[in-house]
T-cell receptor, first 111, second 116 residues
């Protein structure tokens, strides 16, 4: 079945440093979404990418969808303590198919 | 309601008992998902309902797990003869369905299930 892996599993950075998480799917995706889960909370939608090679920005967050639509990345510039949480990518192989979540990357930010 | 509602928020049960978890999706959302999240782990897909289509049950881990959905509203996840490894947070999510691109999921706060 479809597998979505993320690396790293965990990253600890000092506030102000950059952070990147990478997402790789075993199958070609029709679209990819990113979610953030704060400690003790539930996942909250961040963004969706649909087109091959697409790049989207949200303030300090930059999201990319690979040319082959099998991988994606999330880059955070100058992390803040409010960025703490687990970041999940999630992909579909078709518009009507289930959404499969990646393994997640837990980000810890310290002062 | 304004968001996805799950009940109970916490459930403690004894090994071997049956449990029923409930999810009320956002009104008008035709898609509904159940995921399981063990402590410190990712989201494990369980089942997906989309409108009147046959549900995608490919993630149910055993025949002890079943789920139903009444039309496009409430869903219940039933776990029979619970085992300690069933202990986890069970998350429900709903979304619109555009048929063109994927829609974002709105999650409930989850049910924390503890099997003693």
């Amino acid at each position: 079945g479809q597998q979505v892996m993320q690396i790293p599993q965990y990253q600890h950075v000092q506030e102000g440093e950059d952070f990147t998480t990478y997402c790789n799917s075993s199958t070609t995706l029709s679209n990819i979404q990113w979610y953030k889960q704060r400690p003790g909370g539930h996942p909250v939608f961040l963004i969706q990418l649909v087109k091959s090679g697409e790049v989207k920005k949200q303030k300090r967050l930059t999201f990319q969808f690979g040319e082959a639509k099998k991988n994606s990345s999330l880059h955070i510039t100058a992390t803040q303590t409010t960025d703490v949480g687990t970041y999940f990518c999630a992909g579909r192989t078709g518009t009507a198919s289930k959404l499969t979540f990646g393994t997640g990357t837990r980000l810890q930010v310290t002062l | 309601g304004a968001g996805v509602s799950q009940s109970p928020s916490n459930k403690v049960t004894e090994k071997g008992k049956d449990v029923e978890l409930r999810c009320d999706p956002i009104s008008g959302h035709t898609a509904l998902y159940w995921y399981r999240q063990r402590l410190g782990q990712g989201l494990e897909f369980l089942i997906y309902f989309q409108g009147n289509s046959a549900p995608d049950k490919s993630g149910l881990p055993s025949d002890r797990f079943s789920a139903e959905r009444t039309g496009e509203s409430v869903s219940t996840l039933t776990i029979q003869r619970t085992q300690q490894e069933d202990s986890a947070v069970y998350l429900c999510a709903s979304s619109l369905f555009s048929g063109v691109v994927g829609e974002k999921l709105f999650f409930g706060s989850g049910t924390q299930l503890s099997v003693l």
